[in-house]
């Protein structure tokens, strides 16, 4: 049986949304703002919402603009590496990570791309939001 505060022990923890598109584009949800549009730039790293990602295809370089997050993250690879003789946090190491990091107003959308090439191929783009970022509003006239 579930004791009624286990059931709300995680509620602040980030939620994970998986998504399997077709395209590479993103828009934030809480503010309109432009994340990745495939027809430009690849990614918008100064988008004022995205706290930060990781891609599947250098999963090592992490662009983390929130320091809270960044040390976080540095801290569990660390511990990770301690404990693990050396290797580093596998793609499901890196979502318990995520799942368990304190934050109940961001949401991470892992978007990934399928496809068949040069054979299967499958990236992965983690993008961690703030969900309570604000709209910017114009300056009146």
Known sequence: ???FFD???NISAMQIIDL???HSNFYCPATGEVIVDEDAEFMN???KSLMGYWSSLVFEEPCINNKSLETGWKKFVKKFEKENDGDTPDYEDF???LREY???TWVVFALTNSGVGHGYQSDTLWLV???DTKKATKAKK
Do not use: V
Request: no cysteine; proline share 5%.
């Open 7 to 9: 059931y709300f022990k």
């Open 20 to 22: 399997e598109l077709s």
């Open 95 to 97: 979502e318990t990570f």
């Open 45 to 47: 790293e100064n988008a």
């Open 1 to 3: 049986m579930i004791r």
């Open 129 to 131: 939001i703030d969900m």
């Open 102 to 104: 304190n934050n109940p």
